[in-house]
Structures are given as structure tokens and as C-alpha cells.
């Protein structure tokens, strides 16, 4: 099959076109094949493809493999096909990850400007700084007229710069050798334990981790497996190394005789609260409900802490910009209206 990189809303767009078709009933090769009508002649020929080993007996989830969708995507189809709820899958799926794609989208729009305008300053700033201000400063010298507060603000920047830069080159390096050398070859769960200790980061990837093996073990637990059986679910997805491994630690932790919930308590990449609605649900016998309901409450919490970083990141920068741009005036100015006083 040919691959043709499906952007983020192409691969959503599809995913929910096939639900709302499953959901009406239409066979999943029927959707596949109405969905053609609605797309350019090179998607055409990937879904007739895919119909084709859709026939030959190949699961969905290993056409979209080969359609290079995105990993989660393929995650909730691989789960759906085993718990029965494609249509429902089909259409969660596509909008839980279209809104994280607005969401970096927006921030990268909220983020862009702002550091547009960084750059034009800071070329402005190299100027003033090696070319205009020494000239002005040599004659504000010769006249006994004292650096003023954004004269000192310009040479401090200045003198810090190089060593901001030189510690963020530092930075980048350090860490792109941590990653192909040591992190990269880390067992999964091995990874996320470490990302864990990245502030503000561990945050946001807790409460996403929480919310899709919340959700896709209640969609399992719903659709009549037991825990051990959706945990198998969780090993056979070769897809997701990292939900792989950690349905195959659940398992083995169980057969020794440990507690569910308290298993959830070893991983710090999970909300503490997971622990706790595990117990509840075994006790009341409503485990699947309550998982549900969590996983909304993670993707509820996602999306607010997201909107409340977005809104604090751009007036820090726009503070920062206004602060040099100010200063550089100043630094000009006060200087030039104390000559022309003592003219």
C-alpha cells in the first residue's frame, strides 16, 4: 500500500465520517467505500486498498498503520475492535485528538507572534547596543551626563545575552545526547517515569496518560471482558509499546496477588486519584462507569490547565519585549533631553 501522509484533521475528518456511518448502520466496508465520494483521487486510492485487505481478512487498525495514522488514532481502533464499539470509538477518538491538535495549533499562534516581535527586537537591540548607544554614550561622557536606569538596563541585557545563549546551546545539546544515548533505549514505562521528574510537563502528560488507559479500559470493561482480559488487550497492542508493557506489569503484579489499586499507586504517571476510583468501582461494581467518568474528568482538567498556561506565557513575552523596546528609547532619550536642559 502507498502511503501518503494524512495531515491531523484529515486523519479526524475520516475517523468521524466512519463512525457517523457505522453508526447508521452501514458495514465497515460500505462506510469505507461511500467515504471514497468524499475524497481526492490519491485518499481514493488508499481506502480501495485498504477495502481490499479489509477482505482479505486484515483488521482495521493494521490498515491505518499502514495509512500512517497517528499512533492514538490507531490505538482507539485497535481497542474498539476488541471491545465491539467501533462507531463510538470512531468518533471519540477523532475529537479528543483534533482538540489537542487545536490546542498546540493555538499555542503555537499564541506563542509565534510573540516571538516574531522578540526577534525584530532583538535585532534592534544589536544595533542600538554596538552601534548608536556607544556613540552617544562617548558623548554624554565627555559632557559628565550619568548612564541613567535604561542605560544600565541595555548594558545588563547585553551582557547576559551571550551567556543565555550559551547556556540554552548548552542545553540543547546536553539533552539531544541524553536522549539518543540513554533515554531512547529505556524500557517504556522506564520513559514516562523519567518525564515525570520535567516540571509542569509531568503534569499535563499525567493527566493525558490517566485519561486514555482510563477510557479505552472502560470501553473494554463495558464491551463484557474481565480485567485480566482487557489487560490482554492492553499486550496485544504492538502499536503502543508503552500501554504493551504496561498491561503485561498489571498482569503479573495481579497474579501475585496485589491489589488492583494499589498497583496504580507505584506508577507516578498516573493521577493519585486513579487508585482511589478503582477501589470505589470494585466495590460498588460499577468499576467501567466509574473509569468513564474519570477519564472526562483528566480531559476536562487537560484542556483548563492548557487554556491557563496559554494565557500567562503570552504577556510574560510581550512584558519582556515592552521592557527592552522602552529601554532602548530611554536610554536615547533622557539623555538627549538633559543636553538640550543645559543648552
Not at 29 to 41: G, N, Q, V, W
Not at 251 to 270: A, Q
Not at 314 to 321: C, D, E, F, H, R
Not at 331 to 343: K, N, R, S, Y
Amino acid at each position: 500500500m502507498k502511503r501518503h501522509k494524512w495531515t491531523i484533521k484529515e486523519q479526524t475528518t475520516f475517523l468521524k465520517m466512519m463512525g457517523e456511518l457505522l453508526l447508521r448502520g452501514y458495514p465497515l466496508t460500505e462506510a469505507l467505500d461511500s467515504i471514497t465520494f468524499h475524497l481526492p483521487k490519491n485518499r481514493k486510492n488508499e481506502i480501495k486498498e485498504g477495502i481490499d485487505c479489509l477482505k482479505e481478512g486484515y483488521p482495521f487498525y493494521s490498515i491505518l498503520q499502514k495509512m500512517d495514522f497517528h499512533e492514538h488514532l490507531i490505538g482507539y481502533v485497535f481497542f474498539a475492535e476488541q471491545h465491539g464499539g467501533l462507531a463510538t470509538a470512531f468518533i471519540e477518538g477523532s475529537q479528543i485528538i483534533q482538540k489537542r491538535a487545536n490546542d498546540l495549533a493555538k499555542l503555537k499562534k499564541l506563542i509565534s507572534y510573540p516571538l516574531f516581535l522578540m526577534l525584530i527586537t532583538i535585532i534592534i537591540f544589536t544595533f542600538v547596543q554596538k552601534y548608536l548607544l556607544p556613540n552617544f554614550s562617548s558623548l554624554f561622557s565627555t559632557m559628565n551626563i550619568e548612564a541613567n536606569f535604561f542605560t544600565n538596563v541595555i548594558y545588563l541585557v547585553s551582557d547576559m545575552l551571550p551567556i543565555l545563549l550559551l547556556f540554552l546551546l548548552i542545553f540543547i545539546l546536553f539533552s539531544t545526547y541524553y536522549y539518543f544515548r540513554f533515554f531512547r533505549i529505556l524500557q517504556p514505562i522506564e520513559q514516562k517515569v523519567k518525564l515525570m521528574k520535567i516540571p509542569i510537563v509531568a503534569g499535563f502528560l499525567r493527566l493525558f496518560y490517566s485519561h486514555y488507559f482510563s477510557i479505552q479500559l472502560s470501553h473494554l470493561l463495558s464491551g463484557g471482558l474481565s480485567i485480566n482480559e482487557a489487560l490482554s488487550m492492553f499486550e496485544r497492542n504492538e502499536e503502543q509499546p508503552f500501554y504493551k508493557q504496561l498491561g503485561s506489569e498489571i498482569k503479573l503484579s495481579l497474579r501475585t496477588g496485589e491489589k488492583l489499586e494499589n498497583i496504580f499507586n507505584l506508577y507516578p504517571f498516573f493521577e493519585r486519584e486513579l487508585a482511589m476510583i478503582v477501589k470505589h468501582g470494585q466495590e460498588n461494581g460499577k468499576l467501567a462507569e466509574e473509569l468513564l467518568f474519570f477519564a472526562n474528568v483528566c480531559l476536562q482538567t487537560l484542556e483548563e490547565q492548557m487554556d491557563k498556561w496559554m494565557k500567562k506565557i503570552q504577556p510574560v513575552l510581550y512584558m519582556l519585549i515592552g521592557l527592552l523596546i522602552v529601554s532602548m528609547y530611554m536610554a536615547v532619550l533622557l539623555p538627549m533631553f538633559h543636553l538640550l536642559d543645559g543648552i
